[in-house]
């Protein structure tokens, strides 16, 4: 029976195969209506206005227009829901991270081999990233003038500093998905180099978490890096879960490390960020503070709620702050969070979290 307010969609992509496959997908998953396709963002301008669709996917990689040109008029002129669709490369990675910056609202990966195999292997992962774009809160970018300060960050990003290479006996705990790249950056920008050690689940894949923590390393005070397995977690340093692995920290004697492993997926996620909130229980007790930030979902409400139970300091980002408010609403309801705060309150939270317990 049709959906009576079905979420429309316009596919964008130069490629006929993968607009082709993607109507097949997302015209089989109720609720979902594919409008239109176009093969250039010129194309895509006049359907989007004759369309009106509620969601946009779009390639990166374009004839005539590239797609973060085109995404960063989107967002200036008709801001809209969009859906990435990339190429899981590096060159993919870092012109997928900036469409994050431009106002996209999530990715989803374009398989190299096997194309059709692959698209549809993922088909769960992007109706159900559809589905949370079409329920997102997407913002304006900003007049040119305003988002060149914007991308400058803070007038001055502090020096790193000299003793952050000491051991840490406070930890802080970050999990996000959807929307979680920019909120992360948004924490770790406001975080000063004496910071204790951030250990961070985003859900990513593998190859984005790389590219990822690099980009935090170039943009942040804090040293960023992707995890690897027994790292130790030091002062001003912050540790990105890899792609496909599961990030959990554990005692060495009186300093934390990281372990990584492929265990089964825990609410379809590998990165979980239930997973590293539970070893941050076992490890570290109420040494730690968490917070838990936009996504689709329940992950991580669980975890945060096991942190409280103990006396850990958790937070939740809010609702109108979120892209969406999936994992942080549902440790609200769980009453996993101690405080829910607009995200640009997090990061002196987490630090006030941090030194209470000293």
Known sequence: MPVANPIRV???????????????????????????????????????K?????????????????????LRNLMRLRPMPVVMVSSLTAKGAEVTLHALELGAVDFVRKPDMDLRYGLQEYADELVAKIRAAAGARVRALPPLPARAAAAE????????????FRTTDRVIAIGASTGGTEAIKEVLLRLPPDTPGVVIAQHIPPGFSAAFAERMNRQTGLV??????????????????????????ARDGARYVCRLNQNEPVNRHRPSVDVLFRSVVKAAGTNATAALLTGMGADGAEGLKELHEIGVYTVAQNEATSVVWGMPGEAVKRGAAREVLPLQQIADALLKGAAAKR
């Open 10 to 48: 316009l596919i964008v992509d130069d490629s006929a195969l993968v607009r082709k496959l993607l109507t097949e997908i997302l015209g089989q998953a109720p609720g979902i209506e594919v409008v239109g396709a176009a093969q250039d963002p010129y194309i895509a301008r006049d359907k989007i």
């Open 224 to 249: 960023v890096k992707e995890a690897a397995e027994g790292d130790r977690v030091m002062s001003g340093h912050a540790y990105v879960a890899p792609g496909d692995f599961h990030l959990e920290i």
């Open 153 to 164: 960050g803070p007038a001055e990003i502090p020096r790193r500093a000299i003793q952050s």
């Open 50 to 70: 004759a369309l009106d669709p509620d969601v946009l996917t779009l390639d990166v990689e374009m004839p005539r227009m590239d797609g973060l040109t085109f």
